[in-house]
């Protein structure tokens, strides 16, 4: 039984019911469908925490979906699995697969500003100052094309960027 199938949240049975919906008016093939079916499932699950059925339910979805935009967006969650567990490499990999395909993606940007900060972070932590500029230096870089995107989101990045003198502009928007 699909997992949406299962729901007991309400809100989770409406979003379904608008879903399935949209599925059937929607003018597109039969394999796009099955691939967005998926990937509602893959958000149900790891709404719910069950990461290992989400990645599953996205791992069928990136298998079925052709159109690189909805691609990015699986990716992007799957990337968001990852760093949750701690897998900072593969999140990270997970995000510049997303922006690949989609550029213009500030919250996949804004991921992988957060995960070189705290790579920064426990770099500094260690001693190594070196290397903690450097990620630092990274970080700053992915936050200032996030903000470019969305200014008007990103507002702790925009004042770290400031405080820290990673900032050419005084304001973003």
């Known amino acids: 039984m699909p997992r ?16 399935d919906i949209i ?10 469908k099955e691939a967005f079916a998926y ?4 958000m149900s699950a790891q709404a719910d925490g069950e990461y290992s059925e989400a990645l599953e339910n996205y791992e069928e979805a990136l298998r079925l979906e052709d159109d690189p935009n909805d691609r990015s967006y699986i990716l992007y969650n799957m990337g968001l699995i990852y760093a949750s ?3 900072h490499h593969k999140a990270l990999e997970l995000y510049h697969e997303a922006i690949d395909l989609n550029p213009r993606m500030p919250q996949a940007l804004n991921n992988i500003a957060v995960v070189y900060h705290y790579q920064g972070e426990k770099a500094k932590q260690s001693g190594n100052e070196d290397e903690s500029e450097a990620l630092f230096d990274k970080a700053a870089e992915y936050w ?9 989101n990103y507002i702790e990045a925009q ?7 990673r900032s050419e502009m005084d304001v973003f928007f």
């Open 4 to 19: 949406t199938q299962r729901n007991d949240n309400f809100i989770d049975k409406s979003f379904t019911v608008m879903a």
């Open 23 to 32: 599925l059937k008016i929607l003018p597109t093939n039969n394999r796009s």
């Open 39 to 42: 990937y509602r499932d893959g």
């Open 85 to 87: 567990n701690g897998d």
């Open 144 to 152: 200032k094309q996030a903000i470019r995107i969305a200014p008007n």
């Open 159 to 165: 004042n770290w960027l400031k405080t820290t003198g």
